[in-house]
């Protein structure tokens, strides 16, 4: 009794098998690549949620201090005397912001709003 043993490949000609996924074996699948996403989504949503609360409280019962510019005052000066320890560009970029100017030029008589320094 003798035993033959192929050499022939099963499936292929270059000797791989190919992968065959069941009906549940793609749900599966489907479901581990799925999972971080759903996740992400969700974390994503309860932080977005959680600012969307903490800034609601807030928004309505915002106070600012207010300066109306003199002759010859720049925003530069102004910045420098509301934070003398920060970067007036910086001081200068959030007050821009903050009364929506289209530049940093203003006119003598101008009342602005002054962003709240700690």
């Not at 270059?14 to 996924?21: I, M």
Request: no cysteine; proline share 5%; charged share 15%.
């Amino acid at each position: 009794m003798s035993t033959a043993v192929s050499t022939a490949a099963p499936h292929g000609s270059n000797g791989t098998t190919r992968l065959r996924l069941t009906r549940r074996g793609r749900i599966v699948f489907s479901t581990m690549a799925a999972l971080p996403l759903v996740v992400g989504a969700f974390v994503v949503t309860l932080n977005g949620g959680a600012a969307i609360a903490s800034n609601s409280g807030t928004a309505g019962s915002a106070s600012f201090d207010y300066v109306t510019v003199s002759a010859g005052q720049s925003l530069w000066q102004l910045a420098e005397t509301l934070a003398p320890e920060a970067d007036p560009r910086d001081v200068i970029a959030e007050i821009v912001a903050l009364n929506q100017l289209s530049t940093a030029t203003v006119e003598p008589g101008q009342r602005l709003a002054l962003p709240l320094t700690d």
